[in-house]
């Protein structure tokens, strides 16, 4: 089947740390991946996308690499904020199953000034 | 305002009872969808629709019943709701298209069954 594995929490990081959340799939076509963002309170944003193999997805600072060799797209950023602190979700989308999103189970994000 | 609007924000409701969530979309969009997150803030598909044809119905207890009068709205009706069902209920939309696979999603409706 179609699954996603990310990183427990929560991760607890201080202002300006390097951030890396894992996240790896499993997938039976050729997905496309996603990090979606959401903040307390609110619903879902995505914070950046890949479609192919060795695409690079970036926003805010914040980046991913779609890994076919590696079933992976690890999000990673190299100076956090305390206004990073979300809940991070990795996700996949297959064409053949109507473009669903397969999430994983969130990894909590918190950043201390 | 462009964007996925959910009402009500917030539900609260007695065992039994009946009630409906309501989704809308000014982006244009083909293709809406209803999540459901759990309590551990776990996120699942429930139904997917397209230009007003159901697409998506994962395993969801028929007591759910989406409704899409058109593509630009996406309901969800609840029958004889249970403490089970007490979750945040998120709509999403997406446009068609090879390409265009990135979905919007709404606020979301906390729905709280006493």
Known sequence: ????????????????????????????????????????????QLLLKATK????????????????????FHLEKGSVQVSDSAVYFCALSLMEYGNKLVFGAGTILRVKS | DTAVSQTPKYLVTQMGNDKSIKCEQNLGHDTMYWYKQDSKKFLKIMFSYNNKELIINETVPNR??????????????????????SAVYFCASSPQGLTKIEQFFGPGTRLTVL
């Open chain 1, 53 to 72: 193999a060795d695409d690079k997805g970036s926003n805010k600072g914040f980046e991913a690499t779609y890994r076919k060799e590696t079933t992976s």
């Open chain 2, 64 to 85: 759910f019943s989406p409704k899409s009068p058109d593509k630009a709205h996406l309901n969800l009706h609840i029958n004889s709701l249970e403490l089970g069902d």
């Open chain 1, 1 to 44: 089947g179609n699954s996603v594995t990310q990183m427990e929490g929560p991760v607890t990081l201080s202002e300006e740390a390097f951030l890396t959340i894992n996240c790896t799939y499993t997938a039976t076509g050729y997905p496309s991946l996603f990090w979606y963002v959401q903040y307390p309170g609110e619903g879902l």
